[in-house]
């Protein structure tokens, strides 16, 4: 789509770069800006060219460039990478079931950002679906030169909606080592074979017994529930069912999302458990 309020382009290079004018926005892959008009906006402002490593492996776990576009993460998950998945990572095999779970073709993800995915903060994010999933920590970058670190189940505030305020900018997110060490399933369903998503639901099992499940795409921002182990069936049903922020809309109804994402749940505890007990 043409952007016809758009009428200037810079590239970043610098960190003073990122200082916004009247009207600019930042671009990185572009996917959702370019795809609909965007009123007030009169400029974009490059962030690919500021040349974040997109993969790095640290002592503390992987950190993720947000100008990583979806289809690096992917074949780094697959081996395809230039940084290979240290083999204790289990759960670096849930990365492309998450990808499969954005709707979205495999052309979109060689330019779709994981970063972009992330701020965009739509409930069916599937980027947010994943690094929630496994723990993941933004590192934001403040237009006066400061720096914080958030959640990233914190940064997504609702539907379409986040925490960043004007000039902020996400630099990375960074995905801790105990997390990559566990065991993942992720789940989703549409009402169309190839819909954006309803419901995901996605969990994980770390080394100390220690269990996560979240929703997504169902409510209007990430949904965490941690348990000291694998929960029985009616603690996982009953703490999903009761959780806040289920939503309708065209493509699903609020009591159907609550519904399907118990049956999600279950079959992701189960997945969980008959892991847990081949271990």
Known sequence: MDITSVTSFRRARTRDDLVLAP????????TWLMSEPQPGTTGFVDLTSMAWPALEITAAGLRI???CTIADLVAWA???GGV????????????????NAL???FKVWNTATVGGNVCRAFAAGSMTALVVTLDGAAEVWRADGSAYRIAVADLVTGNGENALTPGDVLRAI???????RARTALRKIAL???GRSGAVVSGRIDEDGTCVIVVTAATERPTVFRFAGIPDAATLAAAISGAAGYYSDPLGAA????????VLGERIRRDLFDREEAA
Do not use: C
Not at 23 to 30: C, Q
Not at 174 to 180: E, Q, R, W
Not at 255 to 262: A, E, F, N, P, T
């Open 103 to 105: 709707l979205a073709s």
């Open 23 to 30: 009207g600019e926005t930042f671009i990185a892959g572009g």
């Open 255 to 262: 009591d159907w999302r609550r519904g399907v994402s118990v």
């Open 174 to 180: 960074d995905l801790p080592d105990a997390a990559l």
């Open 78 to 80: 697959q081996g395809r």
């Open 65 to 67: 460039g947000a100008t």
């Open 84 to 99: 290979a998945v240290p083999d204790a990572w289990a759960a670096a095999s849930v990365i492309p079931d998450a990808a």
């Open 192 to 194: 169309a074979e190839h």
